[in-house]
């Protein structure tokens, strides 16, 4: 008889402990779902910045390659002698 209890209990407590179990996998599973809808969400607000972000990097690259042009070497050297120049005058 005692044994029968024992044998019951224990599978009480084990049903319990799966049901527990199988309860928090079904939460788990809802919030990554949750998660994997808003990583879509914001996949999507990327891909439509990403036009934007094209252009503004493309012009940035523009800008900074004319920077590099010969004209504008040539006219920051000669204006960094007439700045020593002039320091050099006031001294």
């Known amino acids: 008889m005692f044994m029968?209890?024992?044998?019951v209990v224990?599978?009480?407590?084990?049903?319990?402990g799966i049901l527990?179990?199988?309860?928090?996998?079904?939460l788990t599973l809802i919030q990554v779902r949750r998660t994997a809808r808003q990583a879509e969400e914001l996949l999507k607000l990327l891909r439509e910045d990403m036009g934007i972000i094209n252009r503004i990097t493309g012009s940035i690259a523009y800008f900074t390659q004319k920077l590099n042009s010969p004209a504008i070497?040539?006219?920051?050297?000669?204006?960094g002698?007439?700045?020593?120049?002039?320091?050099?005058r006031k001294s």
């Open 4 to 7: 029968d209890t024992v044998i």
């Open 10 to 16: 224990s599978v009480i407590v084990v049903a319990l």
């Open 20 to 26: 527990a179990g199988i309860a928090f996998f079904i």
């Open 73 to 79: 070497k040539f006219g920051a050297i000669l204006s």
């Open 81 to 88: 002698l007439v700045s020593f120049m002039l320091k050099r």
